[in-house]
């Protein structure tokens, strides 16, 4: 993990996410904790610098952002607040496996992250003050069910309210569960008046409108592709199959698959929505095509 300062008393640990870090007089907090095989790196870090956090702040249930909470629970006896729908998830992680299952009792595969429990609840759009430190936190849904924003001063953590130009050239599909709302959310970071936006993934930015442009830009360009492949009817599958193909993307796991799904389900649903596209049944499948 490398050690990288924003502000004063801001700094990040960059590894698979960025993972927040903010000292408070004595107090540190972390937001968001990485992934579960990261957890122990993680802890080495902190020891070395003597270092003891007292709150970890979780921007969404994502397992590469609240993987670590159970290892740093143990060890720390920390704080953990969370938006009250996604600390379902983070104390019930098998919620999300059912979810991609369709409510199905899901594949062992898919039964990854190990609970961690949620002590205070953070609602989106308030201000509030923790152990001293006056905090913002925005509704930035859109990435998942119920994300917030981390607002200290004039620096926003973002999670994944918006997708790194890394990002967007790296998946073809970043993953999504409400189109609207994303845009929604993109739009909000764009009128704001914070000084510097740190993604989960990639790296921070001043000039949030460039990065909002492109993340829009990436939306329409899906959009446009998902349009043309339903001139003719298919189903999911097809549709998935089709896309895949047009992208180039190789599936080789189940924790691929389900989440590449649930990202084009969002598309289908907004498009169904805005009347762009419809609903049949083709086979006795559910289809969908062009309006």
Not at 43 to 68: M, W, Y
Not at 194 to 212: M, N, S
Not at 263 to 281: C, E, H
Request: glycine share 6%; net charge negative.
């Amino acid at each position: 993990m490398d050690f990288m300062k924003i502000d004063e008393n801001i700094a990040i640990l960059k590894g698979f996410i960025n993972i927040g870090l903010i000292w408070l007089g004595k107090e540190l907090f972390l937001i968001d904790s990485g992934l579960e095989e990261e957890a122990e790196e993680l802890n080495g870090f902190l020891r070395e610098k003597g270092l003891s956090p007292a709150v970890l702040i979780n921007t969404h249930a994502h397992q590469d952002h609240c993987g670590a909470n159970n290892y740093l629970q143990k060890h720390y006896n920390l704080d953990i607040f969370a938006a009250y729908k996604e600390s379902l998830f983070i104390e019930n992680p098998l919620f999300e496996a059912y979810c991609f299952s369709s409510g199905a009792s899901p594949l062992e595969e898919m039964k990854t992250l190990l609970p961690s429990r949620v002590t205070d609840f953070l609602l989106p759009g308030e201000k509030k003050e923790i152990k001293g430190g006056e905090f913002f936190f925005p509704s930035l849904v859109g990435h998942s069910i119920d994300q917030i924003g981390v607002g200290i001063g004039d620096i926003l953590f973002c999670g994944d309210a918006f997708f790194s130009p890394y990002v967007l050239e790296r998946y073809k599909l970043p993953f999504l569960v409400d189109l609207d709302r994303f845009l929604a959310s993109l739009e909000y970071l764009k009128k704001s008046n914070y000084r510097v936006f740190i993604p989960a993934h990639g790296e921070a930015t001043t000039d949030i409108e460039t990065v909002v442009d492109l993340n829009i830009a990436k939306v329409k360009k899906i959009e446009e592709d998902i349009l043309n492949l339903l001139v003719e009817e298919k189903s999911i599958e097809d549709l998935l199959e089709a896309l895949f193909s047009y992208y180039e993307i190789k599936i080789s796991r189940p924790d691929q698959y389900f989440p590449l799904k649930t990202t084009v389900m969002a598309y289908l649903s907004s498009l169904s929505n805005r009347k762009s596209i419809r609903t049949g049944i083709k086979g006795n499948i559910l289809s969908w095509r062009v309006n």
